[in-house]
Every structure is written in C-alpha cells, then in structure tokens.
C-alpha cells in the first residue's frame, strides 16, 4: 500500500514539493484564524471538566458546573419533601428536576459564610461520611490547613452535646472542641450530628435533595446529595472560599505584626532620644 493510498503527506523530494506544502500550510493556518472569530472560544483549557472537581475544582460556581456535575438530578417525586417545592424546577420522568437557579446564589452564600467563618479564625468542619465523599472532605479540610477538619468515616454520636466524656475535661478546658461552622454533603444520614450542632448554636451548610427538609440546616444548598462530582463541587468550591478567608486573616496578622514592630521602633528610638538628653 503506497503512501498516497493510507492518506500520509508524501515525502517531499524537490524544492518545489517543499514550497508547495509551505503554501499549504499557511493557507491553512490563515483559514483557522480567520473562522476563529465565527466559532466557539470554549476549548478543553478553558471549560470545566467534571472529572476536575477533586483536584481541581472552579474558584466560583457555574450553571454549567453543576449542570455538568449532575447537581440538578433529584429524588423520585413520590418522595418530594413538601418543604423542598420552591427549589424544584419540575418533574421529568418522575424524577423530580432541581433548579439551579436557586442552587447557585446559595451557593455562593454559603462560599461567603466560609470565606467570613475562616477570616476571623474559626474551624470549619466538612462531614461526608460516604465512601465516594471521604476523599472530598479530606481535600476540603486540607485547603484550609489547620483551621479545617473533617469526619469521612462516622459523626460518633456526643461529639458536642457529650464533650466531656468523648474528649476529657483537660482537653475541653484548654482547647477549643466546638467548631465555628460545619458543612454536610450528606445531611439525611448525619441527622443526629445536625441535631447536636442545633443545640450547641453551631451553624450549619448542608447539600439539600428533594427528599429532604431544607429547614434542618441554617444554609441550605439545594443539589443532588447522591452524586459524587456535586459533593466533589461543592465542597472545592467552599474550600476554596475558606481558603480566601485563611489567607485574608494572614494578611491581617501581618499587617498588625508589623505595625506593632513599627510603634516598638519609634518608642525605642523615643527613649534613645530622651537617655541622649539626660
């Protein structure tokens, strides 16, 4: 089979065959950039990929991203929580439809929260007591460094309500036990842990499917809690955001830090002027 025959560009031999294919090389490159402007600009560097919401997840929430996440599946309508109404979209082949256009400003809510909690200091703990999720909140707490942590396997019941006995009341006198805010990517099974935040005044985020009540958490995000790649989403998108918070509370302690150094300066040097007078 010859070379012509498989569709490979032929040996170029002589200097016209070279200039020729010279020729066709910029006529082509010419064409491409001139139907560039009539096209699409997105390409795979500048999309969002679903398989990147691990590792690389967007630093703001698109409808895009959680369409392409599978945010907007829900539960079967048979088993619509009636309080979950204003988040459906409607109903398609009995599933009930999420809309994203309620997901994606509570989103961003609850990003502002994180940002806020991290910025003054506090802990952050992200629950998702899947297998799928325990990856998800391992990398959500690492963003976050020492102000995150997470419970991938089980929330062991008293945490909070039952401190003194699960930590000891050394630990409960000198350290801080009771986190400032706590994310759940599956909050139907974590019931009991929501309940102890309630009574311990600890707010809460929590991902809402349509067979849930969205009342049970202070910041509800209405999405699909059994899918991998939204928890995956959702929790990078609100790591991200408490990793804004982390790094504006270092700019801050910086800034007192040096401050401080400055006014130590100009009383030493105050006090090296006036030892000069006497």
């Not at 009342?215 to 209405?222: A, D, G, N, T």
Request: charged fraction near 25%.
């Amino acid at each position: 089979m010859s070379t012509a025959e498989v569709g490979e560009q032929p040996p170029l031999q002589t200097p016209q065959d070279w200039s020729e294919f010279q020729m066709r090389r910029f006529e082509q490159k010419t064409l491409v950039e001139y139907m560039s402007q009539f096209g699409s600009t997105q390409t795979r560097d500048n999309t969002w990929q679903p398989h990147h919401a691990l590792h690389r997840p967007p630093k703001d929430a698109t409808l895009s991203a959680l369409l392409a996440s599978g945010a907007h599946m829900g539960h079967s309508q048979k088993l619509m929580n009636p309080n979950f109404m204003p988040y459906a979209y409607g109903v398609r082949a009995g599933i009930t439809i999420i809309d994203l256009d309620h997901t994606l400003p509570l989103l961003r809510r609850a990003a502002k929260v994180v940002r806020s909690v991290a910025a003054r200091g506090g802990s952050i703990v992200f629950v998702g007591t899947r297998p799928d999720l325990r990856a998800a909140v391992r990398k959500a707490a690492e963003r976050l460094g020492p102000q995150g942590f997470h419970v991938g396997e089980r929330w062991l019941p008293g945490t909070l309500t039952n401190k003194l006995q699960v930590f000891g009341e050394d630990t409960v006198r000198n350290e801080q036990v009771i986190p400032d805010l706590v994310v759940f990517l599956n909050p139907i099974p974590n019931l009991h842990a929501i309940r102890e935040c309630a009574i311990d005044h600890v707010p809460t985020i929590g991902v809402i499917d349509s067979n849930a009540d969205p009342r049970i958490v202070m910041y509800p995000i209405p999405a699909n809690d059994e899918s991998t790649r939204t928890g995956q989403l959702i929790a990078g998108v609100l790591s991200l955001a408490g990793r804004e918070g982390v790094a504006i509370r270092q700019q801050e302690l910086d800034l007192q830090e040096k401050q401080s150094e400055e006014r130590w300066r100009q009383k030493a040097a105050e006090r090296a002027s006036r030892d000069r007078r006497l």
